[in-house]
């Protein structure tokens, strides 16, 4: 009998053909973080034939140029391992991006790090720059993997509350960092508050790392889907370029978050160290997807970057009114595509029962707001909805979160 690990059996079980123990130990790193509620979520979703608004990504097509290039580069036989911090053609557009949109001078051989996806790209630069015992900042609600990243490289997360708007708790900024900080995550566009940095706050924190000799760890994957503001990169300010490790991809920009290529840019010495990290996890992002991405860069203009934020605008309106009409609290989101919702006035459930319900009852699969805190607790009247989705997928939605409210709040305990 083979048992999958994670499925309750008694602890040791017999094999008879090859008389092996299947319950080994694990590691102990990978007993103090859960597997992402967030794609587990999907798996309700499916499970319930729900549309998902769990798990950030689109259900739109990527653009044909990105497609065509795609298909072009596997016909034209690139399939081998790609330099393993990226293709010339996509460090070349990648650094003229960057000069473009925040006139940031790259060096392409030494600043920057192609990954597989924001994610290893976090991973990997964490990996490599923060040893065990240093503490991260992160910015709570959080986006769930800067735990387990924090936790994989031995570093201990000090969690600094954001402010009812979900900007920057400044004060507590202040008092979060001391000598044994060694960096702090900031994630904007904001993925769940959809807070936009401002530079002020920036600048704030900028000032921080600086008399710390701290490292900024931005994810920035949202930096083209944005409503309201501008989006500042935080190694575009005043010595910050040597301290900031920006991390960005492909994935939301051009909907293609099943590909996973993601982006480095840093100063030479710290990405010697993250090339090295990298490196032995992956060797490498894909190659022939690199040049397909590199061709998206290339070939879209700036009409390409403001017609999808004019889209995402759309799809936040639908999903914030229908949000709204069904009775959540919620804010409409300056940007990225996601909106943390209240239900208390809704339910009395916890969040992680009230999710699964919704999604069984209501049809719509969303993520338990606990996920998003250090302190389950002060998640336990949300749930995040994702409306990275067309707008007819959006509006079913709507319809179907629209019979919330005329169940009372007993609704929820089914
Ligand atoms: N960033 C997306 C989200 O928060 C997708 C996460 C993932 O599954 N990698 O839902």
Redesign the pocket.
């Known amino acids: 009998m083979i048992v999958r690990r994670g499925v309750s059996r008694p602890s040791i079980v017999d094999c008879p053909l090859l008389n092996v123990e299947y319950n080994m130990r694990t590691a102990h790193r990978t007993h103090t973080f859960t597997e ?1 509620v ?2 587990e979520m999907t798996r309700v979703a499916n499970q319930h034939g729900a549309i998902n608004l ?4 689109p259900d739109f097509a990527a653009p044909e140029l990105l497609k065509e290039a795609a298909v072009e580069a596997i016909r034209a036989d690139i399939n081998q391992y790609a330099i393993t911090w990226g293709t010339p053609r996509l460090r070349n557009a990648l650094a003229e991006k960057y000069r473009r949109f925040y006139s940031m001078e790259v060096d392409t051989e030494r600043e920057i790090v192609v990954t597989c ?1 924001a ?1 290893e790209a976090m991973a990997s630069a964490m990996l490599a720059l923060v040893d065990p015992g240093e503490e991260i900042i992160i910015y709570e609600p959080f ?1 769930e993997n800067y735990g387990p990243d924090s936790i994989l490289c031995g570093a201990k997360p000090v969690f600094v509350p954001t402010r009812a708007d979900g900007g920057p708790d400044l004060d507590a900024t202040a008092v979060a960092f001391s000598e044994r900080t060694r960096g702090i995550i900031i994630n904007t566009p904001n ?1 769940p508050t959809g807070h936009v940095f401002a530079r002020d706050e920036l600048e704030t924190i900028a000032r921080l790392c600086i008399e710390h000799d701290a490292i900024a760890f931005t994810d920035e994957i949202y930096e083209h889907i944005l409503y309201e503001g501008e989006h500042v990169p935080m190694a575009a300010l005043d010595g910050m370029r040597e301290r900031t490790v920006t991390v960005s991809g492909a994935s939301k920009t051009f909907s293609i ?1 099943g590909w996973r290529i993601g982006t480095i840019v840093a100063p030479p010495t710290l990405t010697d160290a993250i090339k090295k990290t990298h490196d032995f996890l992956t060797v490498g992002a894909p190659a022939p997807l690199q040049e397909a991405v590199a061709a998206g860069i290339e070939g879209l203009d700036a009409s390409y970057y403001s017609e999808l934020a004019d889209d995402y605008r759309r799809r936040r309106d639908v999903m914030y009114d229908g949000l709204s009409a069904a009775g959540f609290s919620c804010r409409p989101p300056a940007g990225s595509y ?1 909106i943390l919702a209240d239900f208390s006035s809704l339910s009395d459930l916890p969040d992680d029962e009230f999710a699964v319900w919704l999604a069984r009852e209501h049809g719509v699969a969303s ?1 338990p707001g606990s996920s998003f805190y250090s302190d389950p607790a002060d998640g336990r009247t949300q749930v995040r909805f ?1 409306f990275c989705k067309s707008l007819g997928t959006l509006e079913r939605a709507a319809e179907r979160l629209a019979g919330l409210g005329a169940r009372g709040r007993s609704g929820g305990a089914t």
Do not use: K, L, P
């Open positions: 992402s967030i794609r769990a798990q950030g990504f996806g994610t986006y993925n978050t996601y993520v994702a």
